[in-house]
């Protein structure tokens, strides 16, 4: 199990306002107010103490931590003293553990409790606990409203639109239009975002026989078989293969947790079922994905943009979801042909600053929506290491905090 922690590790450098470059919009606004007492004295450094409980520490969520860290370093700089007390369970699948940390969240009486769940129906009897102490809660990694649960925003994104975006980077890569591949090359700026409606609007124009005529056989692993997030990420990825009858998925999907252990042992499973003929594998996740690319690697099997598309040899290309500092080294490099990003800087640079805003009596939006969009070997500095975030005005939160220490 992983300590608590209130410092950051190694951050990522600058910040700026790009518009263009923000992963989010808010949508939904809805005022959502905290009760305080007066507010504290000019020149007092407000206390703000955030309770953030993730899965796992380690990929996506050790990212997503250190941008809550780092945006409570820039509040820190600006009239408060924010503390992000973080533990997770000792895997993604300790779901009890996750909840038994939310109720000792409660009992410290932290000022907000911001969860990404392992698995909702296991946290929400916790987050329900929660609000009724008076906590507010903030949800990441999710925008679809958990039924009961007077949660105060919800920041992240759809889990199935995610997915749906990465089936059409498969699309793309074996001969459909894009900027992938084998198939009609289209121009577009680097700040283009490449999320589900581009995909769409670029598949509109196909024909059936132009999607029959797109071939791959590839496989797929998943996450924890049967939970939310895997399931939804399976649903949209199928949803759109489904136009293109000459990709074909083989075997039995495979389940590998949300680890990249796991998901190594997937990739040789598959690899050594599929000796050739296999043309690509897609990972829900990234952790599961760099291991694949590993075993792939290992093996001498593993297809890079220098390799270009190419089917039916022994050569897999490896496509996944989610984005870190990590994975976009790898594709930076090649060896990783395609990712949708989930936006994990965000989950912590704005999880930060609407706690802050909740804790102040400061009204935030009810859905942070990011949308998931594709990152490729031309396109991947864009997201790291310095992503591109909206400025935050502290001094403006400050001056209307009401949250006396």
């Given amino acids: 199990m992983e300590e608590y922690s209130t410092g950051r590790g190694a951050m990522l450098k600058t910040f700026a306002k790009a518009p263009l470059f923000t992963a989010a919009a808010m949508i939904a606004l809805s005022p959502v107010m905290i009760a305080a007492p007066a507010a504290a004295q000019d020149g007092e450094a407000i206390d703000i103490t955030i309770g953030w409980v ?3 520490i380690t990929g996506v969520f050790k990212t997503a931590t250190n941008f809550f860290e780092l945006a409570a370093e820039d509040a820190n700089k600006n009239g408060f003293n924010v503390k992000v007390l973080t533990k997770s369970p000792a895997s993604p699948t300790a779901f009890a553990e996750q909840v038994s940390i939310i109720e000792d969240m409660i009992q410290r009486k932290v000022d907000l409790i911001a969860v990404s769940p392992a698995e909702v129906a296991t946290v929400k009897p916790a987050l329900m606990r929660a609000t009724e102490a ?20 919800y920041i992240g994104f759809d889990n199935t639109q995610g997915a749906e975006v990465s089936a059409y980077a498969v699309v793309d ?9 084998s198939g009609d090359m289209v121009e577009v700026q680097p700040d283009t975002y490449l999320d589900l409606k581009f995909w769409q609007d670029l598949a509109s124009g196909l024909s059936d026989e132009d999607k029959a005529a797109i071939k791959a056989r590839g496989a797929i692993i998943e996450g924890v078989a049967g939970g939310f997030f895997s399931t939804a990420r399976l649903n949209g990825f199928r949803e759109v293969l489904q136009q293109f009858p000459g ?3 083989v075997g039995s999907t495979c389940a590998g947790d949300w680890n990249r252990e796991k998901g190594t042992r997937c990739a040789e499973d598959i690899l050594q079922a599929n000796p050739e003929g ?3 594998i897609w990972a829900a996740s990234n952790e599961m994905g760099l291991g694949a690319m590993l075993v792939a690697g290992s093996q001498s099997r593993l297809e890079t943009t220098e390799d270009g598309a190419n089917t039916g040899d022994k050569k897999v290309a490896i496509f996944t979801n989610d984005v870190t500092p990590e994975s976009v080294d790898r594709i930076s490099e090649g060896k990783m042909i395609a990712e949708t990003t989930h936006g994990f800087a965000d989950w912590g640079w704005f999880g930060t600053k609407f706690a802050v805003e909740l804790a102040c009596g400061i009204e935030v939006p009810k859905t942070f929506d990011i949308r998931p969009r594709t990152v490729y070997e031309v396109n991947a500095r864009n997201f790291y290491p310095e992503p591109k975030l909206e400025a ?4 403006a939160i400050r001056a209307n905090c009401k949250k006396a220490n």
């Fill in 247 to 249: 990709i074909e998925i």
């Fill in 173 to 181: 890569y074996f001969g459909g239009p894009g900027v992938l591949g």
């Fill in 278 to 280: 296999l043309d690509f």
């Fill in 134 to 153: 008076g906590i507010p809660v903030v949800i990441v990694n999710l925008l679809e409203p958990i039924d009961g649960v007077n949660v105060s925003s």
């Fill in 392 to 395: 935050i005005d502290w001094k």
């Fill in 54 to 56: 993730p899965p796992d």
